[in-house]
């Protein structure tokens, strides 16, 4: 046995700085890995077989049109709330572009989004609650502009939970996917003060316009629903302490 000890000890002496320059290009290449792919990606599969990609724990949103079928004009002309919507799964791609249109980044360099913002302070969250919709799981997902991305906060289907929470409007139940939009008023409120919050309540409005015409364009129906309970639409989607709801947008495709 000691002979044998003897001898191990006599290899690691010999060899420690090869054993100690492979670990270091271990560790190196693990960093150069992690730089260039941003951590490992990997894809599943949902229903109807398509691909999802996530990283990092975010799902990768299909990349926004910036050109559509339908002009300006015209969806303005065509827009109107709509609460009746058959039983079709949403689009993964529609969903995207619809929270690309609400939130999504127009100016990569100083990361300006869709929406007009005082100050681009951007106080608002948004978040989609998930009934049925192609290539996602049934859940609550936060909306990540910044990689237009979603990521997966609670799984399960709790659109009746949100249809109670907005006193019992059908179409919130009937709607295979819903927009939440929150605002964290300080963001707004630091930089001017009080009036910062009807800065914030303009701003649910410009986006909230916004889901109504690029909907629309897509020929999704959608309707802004603001008779809810607000704790509870904060606790279904997961909310922060210094979050508050503000809007909830139900999209289907019109019947």
Same mark, same amino acid.
């Given at each position: ?59 990768? /949103?299909?990349? #926004? ?6 002009? &300006?004009? *015209?969806?303005?002309?065509? +827009?109107?709330?709509? !609460? ?88 919130? /139940?009937?709607? #295979? ?6 605002? &964290?008023? *300080?963001?707004?409120?630091? +930089?001017?003060?009080? !009036? ?60």
């Amino acid at each position: 046995m000691l002979i044998v000890c003897t001898a191990y000890l006599k290899f690691f002496e010999q060899y420690k700085f090869v054993m100690r320059g492979l670990v270091i290009a271990t560790l190196l290449l693990s960093i150069v890995f992690t730089f260039l792919y941003g951590g490992v990606k990997f894809i599943h599969e949902e229903r109807y077989g398509d691909k999802v990609e996530v990283e990092n724990g975010w799902i990768k /949103l299909p990349e #926004p049109r910036k050109k559509g079928e339908m002009s &300006v004009e *015209e969806a303005i002309e065509k +827009r109107r709330s709509v !609460r009746d919507y058959i039983d079709k799964p949403l689009k993964l791609e529609h969903l995207s572009q619809i929270l690309w249109a609400a939130q999504g980044i127009t100016d990569p360099i100083r990361k300006f989004r869709s929406a007009p913002s005082a100050g681009a302070t951007y106080p608002l969250e948004l978040y989609v609650v998930v009934g049925d919709v192609v290539g996602l799981k049934p859940g609550i997902y936060h909306y990540n502009p910044y990689n237009h991305s979603l990521k997966l906060i609670k799984e399960g289907d709790y659109r009746y939970d949100l249809y109670i929470a907005c006193v019992s409007q059908k179409w919130v /139940l009937k709607a #295979p996917a819903s927009i939440v939009i929150t605002a &964290v008023y *300080e963001r707004t409120i630091n +930089r001017y003060g009080e !009036r910062g919050i009807r800065y914030v309540h303009m701003e649910a409005g410009h986006v909230g316009q916004n889901i109504y015409l690029q909907a629309t364009a897509l020929g999704i129906g959608t309707v802004a629903v603001g008779a809810f309970y607000d704790e509870r639409v904060e606790e279904i989607v997961g909310a922060k302490d210094n979050e508050r709801a503000l809007y909830v947008f139900p999209l289907g495709y019109k019947r």
